[in-house]
């Protein structure tokens, strides 16, 4: 397995566990498309861009959500 499929292979879980779907969302923003956990109320770091345009493919393919409204909880302001 090359280097690239490793480091893809380890995002596995943003498509293939099914009950976990809803946790993790695709969301366009305004100037890119970013993976968004709603857990954590943030956007998933996928430095390689190489590497977030095949996650993100495999998250649509597997019917993950897809919005081009924030996906998240208010954030707090203070």
């Known amino acids: 397995m ?3 499929a490793a480091v893809v292979e ?3 879980h943003l498509w293939e566990e099914e009950g ?4 993790w969302v695709v969301w366009n923003t ?17 430095g390689d861009e190489s590497v977030l345009h095949e996650v ?8 993950v959500s897809e919005t081009d409204d924030y996906p998240g909880r208010p954030c707090a302001e203070g």
């Open 30 to 46: 305004a100037g890119e498309t970013l993976v968004f956990d709603r857990e954590t109320n943030c956007p998933v770091d996928i």
């Open 20 to 23: 976990l779907r809803r946790r």
């Open 10 to 12: 380890s995002y596995a």
């Open 56 to 63: 993100l493919r495999r998250m649509r393919k597997a019917g």
């Open 2 to 4: 090359s280097r690239k």
